[in-house]
């Protein structure tokens, strides 16, 4: 009898050891540094209306849709210029106080 609760207790503790164990390297992944070179906006493209933005407009946001994505990716983009566009209307529609 006292044998099973020590091999239950070897068994337990061995687990929490390999669960810490196989956990680890992903930490310490994460805690690394990228060496990937970070792009700044250029000063001609400050100029630029953010996606979503209040002044933006279908056919702005439809143009920033690349040329070379593929069907599916234009779809959704598309799908996501018009239901900007839907909510900015809303918006627009409710009068100001």
Same mark, same amino acid.
């Given at each position: 009898m006292r044998t ?8 337990m503790v061995?687990?929490?050891v390999?669960a ?6 992903a930490?310490?992944?994460?805690d690394q540094? $990228? ?15 953010a996606?979503?933005?209040v002044?933006?407009?279908?056919? #702005?946001?439809? #143009?920033?849709?690349p040329?070379?994505a $593929? ?5 959704? #983009?598309?799908?996501?210029?018009? %239901?900007d566009?839907?909510? %900015?209307q809303?918006?627009? $529609?409710?009068p100001s106080q």
């Amino acid at each position: 009898m006292r044998t099973d609760g020590v091999m239950r207790q070897t068994m337990m503790v061995g687990a929490m050891v390999v669960a810490a164990w196989l956990s680890a390297p992903a930490t310490q992944a994460a805690d690394q540094r $990228s060496t990937e070179t970070t792009f700044f906006a250029s000063t001609e493209s400050l100029g630029i209306m953010a996606s979503g933005a209040v002044e933006d407009s279908l056919k #702005a946001c439809l #143009a920033r849709i690349p040329k070379d994505a $593929s069907e599916g990716l234009r779809l959704i #983009a598309m799908q996501g210029c018009e %239901r900007d566009d839907e909510t %900015r209307q809303a918006i627009r $529609s409710v009068p100001s106080q």
